[in-house]
């Protein structure tokens, strides 16, 4: 039998004649005693000997998927071409202009790129060992000059110098983030070649396996607070300091300057207008800035702030310079932002973090604060 573990390094002929025969075995397999008769069919159907067939029963019964009757050696020999002269242009140019790219596509990379365009052209996309015996023929240096220019190709990588990323990327932030979610659904479409079926499947048939149902967290947006970053502070008379900036809610007026231990609080770096306090008990509280005409800030915004101060020679402790040099800053880079690649990303950043974020009272005296300390509308992430 064949290795397993790589499905897609099969032999397409290989491959279909286990599909053939799955659609005779399974019966068989799923009979508790298959008649005589019946038996015999599938020998001269199959044209297996009975022997050979009990074998490939057996093994099915023990693992119910195509891949448990492949049989033989798997694939061709390296470096030979038994492919259409179609396919094999299709795969060259796939490889010139898309393996030798810049980006260093994998070979499963590759192997998905020249299956979309053998569908796009109507063609029956090449197994997975053809991609890679054609790759493997590829001289070494060939590939690296391809990649990163004849000079590389002839030096050593630490006389190469600084990859030029910005000029190279392909995409915005959020365009990859727009991307990565597609690029998930589309894996888990895609037959998995350890699993043999689509990633989602497997998963499906496992859930539906499960005595029980999926448990999902009892407080999705306590769930999602216990991921961000955890500092532990002192609740001071004035309340919490965090990054010389100063948050406080009545609620911390019990702590203040009188329990000396350091509460546990959990902030967003993407939004530092409010921070969660818990509390000795483990109660979770929204503490905002006590200055409540304080717009919501990103950290990247903050640090850079303290950076622009630091070398001013003026205090970083001082929360209105803080603040002030940030609009200062976010005036510049809205200036800028249609001049400068660094500064439209910047920019990008700093919008996409703020984005959905709305300035909200906290409501003083609601029962439901006590209970949940559920009151702000902050953005939640599905998980």
């Known amino acids: 039998m064949v290795d397993r573990s790589d499905i897609n390094a099969v032999d397409d002929a290989a491959w279909e004649?286990?599909?053939?025969?799955?659609?005779?075995?399974?019966?068989?397999?799923?009979?508790?005693?298959?008649?005589?008769?019946?038996?015999?069919?599938a020998c001269r159907q199959l044209q297996l000997k009975r022997s050979r067939l009990y074998d490939l029963i057996k093994a099915y019964k023990?693992?119910?998927?195509?891949?448990?009757?492949?049989t033989g050696s798997a694939g061709t020999q390296t470096g030979s071409r038994r492919l259409p002269e179609v396919i094999e242009v299709v795969i060259s140019e796939a490889i010139e202009d898309f393996f030798k790219s810049r980006q260093k596509p994998?070979?499963?990379?590759?192997?998905?790129?020249v299956c979309r365009r053998c569908a796009q052209q109507g063609l029956r996309a090449p197994c997975w060992t053809s991609i890679r015996d054609r790759v493997a023929a590829i001289d070494p240096a060939e590939l690296v000059a391809a990649r990163e220019g004849p000079k590389a190709a002839r030096s050593d990588i630490k006389d190469r110098g600084d990859d030029n990323s910005v000029a190279n990327s392909a995409m915005t932030l959020d365009e990859l983030e727009q991307w990565f979610p597609l690029e998930i659904t589309r894996y888990h479409a895609e037959r998995h070649r350890s699993l043999a079926v689509p990633p989602i499947s497997a998963w499906q048939e496992a859930v539906q396996r499960r005595d029980t149902p999926l448990r999902h967290p009892y407080d999705p947006e306590g769930f999602r607070i216990d991921f961000l970053p955890t500092v532990e502070r002192m609740v001071r008379r004035d309340g919490i300091h965090l990054f010389g900036l100063r948050y406080w809610d009545d609620v911390l007026s019990i702590w203040a300057g009188r329990q000396r231990r350091q509460l546990r609080v959990s902030y967003d770096p993407r939004d530092l207008s409010i921070v969660f306090v818990r509390d000795p008990d483990g109660q979770r509280y929204p503490v905002r800035f006590a200055d409540l005409r304080h717009p919501p800030i990103t950290l990247a915004e903050h640090r850079r702030a303290q950076t622009v101060l630091r070398e001013r020679g003026r205090s970083?402790?001082?929360?209105?310079?803080?603040?002030?040099?940030?609009?200062e800053q976010r005036a510049l880079v809205a200036t800028a932002s249609s001049k400068t690649r660094e500064a439209r990303r910047f920019a990008e950043r700093r919008d996409r973090a703020l984005a959905g974020v709305e300035t909200a009272a906290i409501e003083e005296n609601d029962p439901k604060y006590a209970e949940s300390g559920d009151i702000l509308d902050v953005p939640t992430f599905e998980v």
């Open 17 to 41: 004649q286990a599909v053939a025969r799955e659609a005779v075995i399974r019966r068989l397999a799923s009979m508790a005693s298959p008649d005589r008769s019946e038996f015999l069919v």
């Open 316 to 327: 970083l402790e001082d929360e209105n310079l803080i603040f002030a040099v940030i609009e």
């Open 106 to 113: 994998s070979i499963n990379a590759l192997h998905k790129e």
């Open 62 to 70: 023990a693992r119910p998927i195509t891949s448990s009757l492949l």
